[in-house]
């Protein structure tokens, strides 16, 4: 990193099962590291094992935003109740709430067998997996509240496992290597988004039956039961990953008031004693960096379905293109992070990330335009993906390693209250002013994010202890 970045916390607990990292090799000229040493640590293990986590915390996502918004709007249910069903996502909005409880609380019998961090993403996985079978076994169309408890349960366990990947993924190599792990991670997790989006609706499509009519329940049950069989995919990393070392725990039974001090209150108090007054700032810029995404991607696939795209369409051009440009985005953000600094890239992504909504503005007065949509979604995962390696880095730049997962949690919480909040009126907003309006509008809200990256780029914080 750049001496603009935030100073990152060390990492005193090492790589994962003690194998480091090759450490990348600096250009005498100009003391930063080479090109190609910056390339070999995407082929590293560890680099490897975080992009099948990410494809397992990302495949949730979708199966209760998109997806399930497409579903939902060709099931005939209105694009306010879509929007105001948005908010079983505010589950990662108030992940820090439990957090302390995933970060040092060991899972009885299970915690003895996989570790602390492995046991936790063990049990989230398994939640998902249950909770998105019951969702496929629901037809929104006779009773919608199953369908939500549901959608809910899959939320809470995937913001659970986000928690206790978050953390595993800081305690598993050093700070100079979080930004490829990063990256890694970020394109496991899009490229699960991307599944779970456009597979899907290939699987739906794929599984109806021809002259049955548009809305058929059975193809969305074939889609994501698929689905639910996909999360496999993290189970059987977690089996065959190590555990990664990680600070002392003080047990509850010898010292509860210590042991709940540690916990719940301590994660908090250090973050504010590190950063002080700076707090503030870096508080504000996490909490609306990604507005702009969120409260536009709750009315994109009510959107696609009213402009008369197929699901056929929109799988084909978010499969090929957005797997293209997400892959492009996350390991250019990752790489350039490493070369550049993550404030710089961070500043890139936040004008990218709002520049796309306004395409999104162009692309509704298009009509039906299979080519606009390409070049709106190709622009529009590369944006992204840029963006999110960026400030993932910039997150875990943040945080202390002693309370990686509470920190991290309370970090991405943040990011994600404001946004999804504002997001559950989205549907309101389409119905009153319509899709050009709304997309321009929630371009808009990335403008303030410019600014507090260019204050927090001025400011040099201190590292954790």
């Not at 290939?202 to 999360?231: C, K, N």
């Not at 190590?242 to 709940?260: D, G």
Request: a positive charge; proline letters at 5%; aromatic letters at 10%.
């Amino acid at each position: 990193m750049s001496d603009k970045t935030v100073n990152s916390p060390p990492n005193p607990g090492g790589p994962v099962a003690g194998v480091a990292p090759a450490q990348a090799a600096e250009s005498p000229a100009t003391g930063k590291p080479a090109w190609r040493d910056v390339w070999r640590v995407y082929t590293e293990l560890a680099t490897l094992r975080m992009l099948a986590l990410g494809f397992s915390a990302g495949l949730p996502l979708l199966l209760v935003f998109g997806t399930l918004s497409f579903w939902l709007r060709e099931a005939g249910i209105d694009r306010t109740t879509i929007g105001y069903l948005s908010w079983v996502g505010l589950a990662y909005g108030f992940k820090w709430v439990w957090a302390p409880l995933v970060d040092r609380m060991p899972i009885p019998l299970l915690g003895r067998w996989l570790g602390r961090r492995r046991s936790w993403l063990l049990v989230s996985q398994l939640t998902i997996i249950a909770a998105l079978v019951g969702l496929a076994l629901t037809d929104p169309r006779l009773a919608l509240t199953p369908a939500v408890w549901c959608a809910l349960a899959v939320a809470f366990g995937s913001a659970t496992q986000d928690v206790a990947l978050d953390a595993y993924r800081i305690e598993s190599a050093d700070v100079r290597h979080q930004a490829a792990l990063a990256a890694a991670y970020q394109t496991g997790y899009r490229l699960a988004m991307i599944w779970a989006g456009a597979g899907a609706l290939w699987i739906a499509a794929r599984a109806e039956v021809a002259g049955a009519g548009t809305y058929q329940q059975a193809a969305w049950q074939v889609a994501y039961l698929t689905m639910a069989a996909s999360m496999l995919l993290g189970v059987a990393t977690v089996l065959l990953s190590p555990e990664p070392p990680a600070p002392r725990v003080i047990p509850p039974s010898r010292n509860a008031a210590e042991w709940l001090k540690g916990a719940l209150v301590e994660p908090f108090a250090d973050f504010l004693r590190r950063y002080g007054k700076q707090a503030l700032l870096i508080l504000s810029l996490i909490a609306i960096y990604r507005i702009s995404d969120v409260v536009m991607g709750i009315m994109a696939n009510p959107f696609y379905v009213d402009m008369g795209y197929t699901k056929d369409e929109v799988a084909a051009v978010t499969k090929i293109y957005g797997v293209i440009m997400t892959l492009a985005g996350a390991f250019v953000g990752g790489a350039l992070a490493m070369r550049f600094g993550v404030m710089r890239v961070l500043m890139l992504g936040a004008v990218l990330s709002a520049a796309s909504n306004l395409l999104f503005a162009w692309l509704a007065s298009r009509g039906h335009d299979v080519g606009a949509l390409i070049f709106v979604i190709a622009a529009d995962n590369l944006s992204s993906g840029i963006a999110s390696a960026a400030f993932i880095a910039y997150l875990s730049s943040l945080t202390n390693v002693n309370y990686s997962a509470t920190q991290y949690a309370l970090f991405s919480s943040i990011m994600l209250l404001l946004p999804k909040f504002l997001a559950g009126y989205s549907g309101k907003y389409v119905d009153a002013f319509g899709y050009s309006n709304f997309f321009t509008a929630s371009a808009l809200l990335g403008v303030p994010v410019l600014l507090l990256v260019a204050l927090a780029s001025r400011r040099k914080v201190p590292a954790a202890q």
